[in-house]
């Protein structure tokens, strides 16, 4: 598919551009070249990422300050003319070797960016595409009857539900020729009726949009006739897109003289043949105009069976573009409906109540019903998903464990006995040898006994010495002298046989409710003093409790801090198995989370002054502690992904909380990557925020807003720019691999990716 683009950044610049410029452009087109422009925005040439390299490899020494993008760019480019056909142009494009190609007039004049990508509609601020939520197009049409202070109050509304845009409509004067006005059939004369009592004039309808503007929603206007279309655009309206009515669809010449403003254009469908949406797809495309197109049934108020929403899947494969739809069904179920068959943009009318007069006021939604619609549509294009082959999600990994099965004795067994089929049955949870690992277990014999309905663990079998393990030695020796102290996560139940096989200098006990009535002396016989200690606190309580430090209800925040008090108690037990110093480390979440929707900007404020009072407060009762909250994802996989973090996420958020407290941070880099796909940044950026505060590193990979926990190497992250960013010089950093489920087979993923991490680095 092939993209249109105005000649304007981030696909076009002045040639004059600095390189850090030219990088930046090129990371926000998605790594397509740039086409450099003369003053005259005639073309001087193309530069893309290779001919960066190639420039920086003939030229090694010459400061990156003093290079321009005219210096780095080929001079020669393959080009397109606006007398090519479509055919011609889009074959320039190839994936191999031309990714971006310029477009030239007679006069070599740039008149449009042609790209070879997925489709997408920039409307105003909002980008629209193929995966992107919903754009929620709130028609005021004529519902506002004429009057403007009901004009103004809608748009006010729409902005209150959280709708991304308005749209009004705007007719000339001589649209309908009145001399003929007795001739026409009842329901034309009913129109022109209804035209003249709902029209706004041009002032009025400007100002509706000036007011979206600054509501923080875009403006769509419909004009239905070029003299409507010459006076809006020299009114002060200055819409973000031009909406081409049904009735429009085939009016090829207006469709044109949209076109020639340069603004996207959104064409609803209804009253059309199928050949008619071809044919005006084959004008835009040939225009090279940015362009949706909508499913839309022309009725007032459409009726179910004659909606079709499974019509969306074929306008987008016909039109090869994003597509949407246009209600006129008058209940937010069918809109909603649409979003799950892949409207990426939303219209739908808003009324004041479904009783006005008019006929589009029982087509509409009214406005009391408005931001339930918006949520539900919120909420079904993130339940939609992608068509993607099928994984398990975080917390069906988790449930997968917990009710999963794995081998256990039938009976008890002693030293020396071979393991035969009869001797194995199925038991709960799923965190032991599975039943992909049955003939594995034939045939071997423990090395020490096992009783009964005990899961099987590889220390209690010969030949559980895994090449991984017998090979992480070096790595941790290299990660020691970068300047790590590095360690492995544990529980009781598995701390000294983890030890045992791993030798690390650090653990980190994880803590659960339960484990906070154990003795720390029945799991740990021997005493580690060459090993430091660090201690995660409880996330959840077998009540369901989660620590919140940062809430406003009393008796939540009493609990947390009696929680952390217990678990100090329990810390002042356990540190006296290992290396002496004068405050364990304890990584906690901090709270602060919400259900329903991220805080508003001065709930947010309160929120983290709450929190940073919390941290003092137990900072001074609990001095043998250091608490380090760590770094956070939008949405916690421990409460279904259900819920929203406030604090810690965004860089912008990190660095609001350093500012407000002297509290050093656990480093969790796939909280933060996941953050990062999310707020659309960096995760060097947020190294660079949090230098000086990082005590200690979870590590682990993670993939675009939701797979955190990953094994290194197998997610998106560039752990040697990470590495360089943390600029460790004269630092010693704890740091564990915190895998998803890094603990079965004998932690082979904890050791897995700290040898990985290492190679990395080397």
Request: charged share 20%; hydrophobic share 40%; with cysteine.
């Amino acid at each position: 598919m092939v993209q249109y683009h105005l000649p304007r950044e981030p696909f076009a610049a002045p040639r004059q551009l600095g390189l850090a410029q030219l990088l930046d452009q090129i990371r926000h087109n998605g790594g397509f070249p740039v086409v450099l422009l003369n003053g005259d925005d005639s073309l001087f040439g193309v530069a893309s990422s290779g001919d960066i390299a190639s420039y920086l490899a003939r030229h090694p020494g010459q400061s990156l300050e003093a290079i321009t993008a005219e210096a780095v760019a080929n001079q020669s480019p393959l080009v397109g003319h606006v007398s090519d056909s479509l055919e011609t142009i889009e074959g320039y494009l190839t994936p191999q070797r031309i990714r971006c190609l310029p477009v030239l007039d007679t006069s070599r004049r740039v008149v449009r960016v042609v790209s070879r990508q997925e489709p997408f509609l920039q409307i105003g601020r909002f980008r629209i595409g193929p995966q992107s939520p919903p754009l929620l197009l709130a028609e005021i049409g004529v519902n506002h009857n004429g009057n403007s202070d009901e004009a103004l109050w809608l748009v006010r509304q729409a902005a209150a539900a959280g709708c991304h845009a308005v749209k009004f409509q705007h007719r000339g004067h001589d649209l309908y020729n009145r001399d003929d006005i007795n001739s026409f059939d009842l329901g034309t004369q009913y129109i022109i009726a209804e035209i003249e009592r709902t029209r706004l004039p041009i002032s009025i309808l400007a100002d509706c949009c000036c007011l979206a503007r600054d509501l923080g929603m875009e403006a769509v206007v419909t004009p239905f006739d070029e003299t409507a279309l010459q006076e809006l655009m020299a009114s002060e309206a200055k819409p973000a897109a031009l909406k081409i009515a049904s009735c429009d669809l085939t009016n090829h010449p207006l469709i044109r003289a949209c076109a020639a403003t340069d603004l996207p254009l959104v064409l609803s469908t209804g009253m059309s043949y199928e050949r008619d949406i071809q044919a005006t797809s084959q004008l835009l495309r040939t225009l090279m105009v940015e362009h949706a197109f909508l499913h839309c049934n022309s009725t007032y108020p459409a009726p179910p069976h004659d909606i079709n929403l499974a019509y969306l899947p074929r306008l987008r494969d016909i039109t090869r573009t994003i597509v949407g739809y246009s209600s006129h069904d008058g209940d937010p179920v069918i809109p909603t409906g649409a979003v799950a068959h892949g409207a990426r943009i939303v219209e739908f009318h808003i009324t004041r109540s479904h009783d006005a007069q008019g006929t589009d006021h029982r087509a509409s939604i009214e406005v009391e019903a408005l931001p339930a619609f918006v949520r539900a549509c919120a909420l079904i294009h993130e339940a939609t998903g992608q068509a993607m082959p099928r994984t398990p999600s975080q917390g069906e990994l988790a449930n997968r464990q917990s009710l999963g099965k794995s081998y256990a004795l039938r009976h008890d067994r002693p030293v020396g006995h071979r393991l035969q089929r009869d001797d194995l049955i199925l038991v709960s949870p799923g965190s032991g040898y599975g039943i992909d690992d049955l003939e594995g277990l034939v045939g071997r014999s423990l090395v020490r006994p096992v009783t009964a309905r005990r899961l099987l663990r590889p220390a209690d079998l010969d030949g559980s010495s895994s090449a991984v393990l017998q090979s992480l030695a070096p790595a941790v020796a290299g990660l020691q002298q970068l300047g790590y102290i590095p360690g492995i996560p544990v529980r009781y139940h598995d701390a000294t046989e983890m030890q045992q096989a791993f030798a690390l200098p650090m653990l980190e006990f994880h803590m659960s409710d339960r484990d906070l009535h154990l003795d720390p002396g029945t799991f740990l016989p021997e005493p580690l003093h060459d090993v430091d200690l660090i201690v995660h606190a409880v996330e959840q309580y077998e009540d369901g409790f989660i620590l919140d430090l940062a809430s406003a209800d009393p008796l939540i925040l009493q609990r947390s801090f009696n929680e952390v008090q217990r678990l100090c108690e329990h810390i002042s037990r356990l540190r006296s198995f290992f290396r002496p110093t004068e405050q364990v480390p304890v990584v906690l979440n901090l709270g602060g989370f919400t259900t329903d929707g991220f805080l508003a900007e001065d709930e947010y404020r309160h929120t983290l002054d709450r929190a940073a009072r919390s941290l003092e407060q137990l900072a001074d009762r609990h001095r043998d502690v250091s608490l380090l909250p760590q770094t956070m994802p939008p949405f916690p996989w421990h409460q279904g992904g259900r819920s929203f973090h406030n604090l810690l996420t965004s860089r912008e958020r990190v660095q609001d909380f350093l500012l407000a407290t002297n509290t050093d941070l656990c480093f969790d880099v796939s909280h933060t990557a996941l953050s990062c796909a999310h707020f659309g940044e960096q995760l060097i950026d947020h190294i660079a925020t949090m230098a000086g505060r990082i005590a200690h590193v979870h590590l682990s990979d993670a993939q675009g807003t939701n797979a955190e926990g990953l094994e290194v190497g197998e997610g998106s992250i560039d752990f040697r720019r990470l590495h360089e960013a943390m600029q460790l010089s004269g630092q010693h950093l704890f740091m564990i691999p915190e895998i998803w489920q890094g603990h079965l087979q004998g932690g082979e993923k904890f050791a897995r990716s700290l040898i990985r991490y290492h190679e990395r680095l080397l």
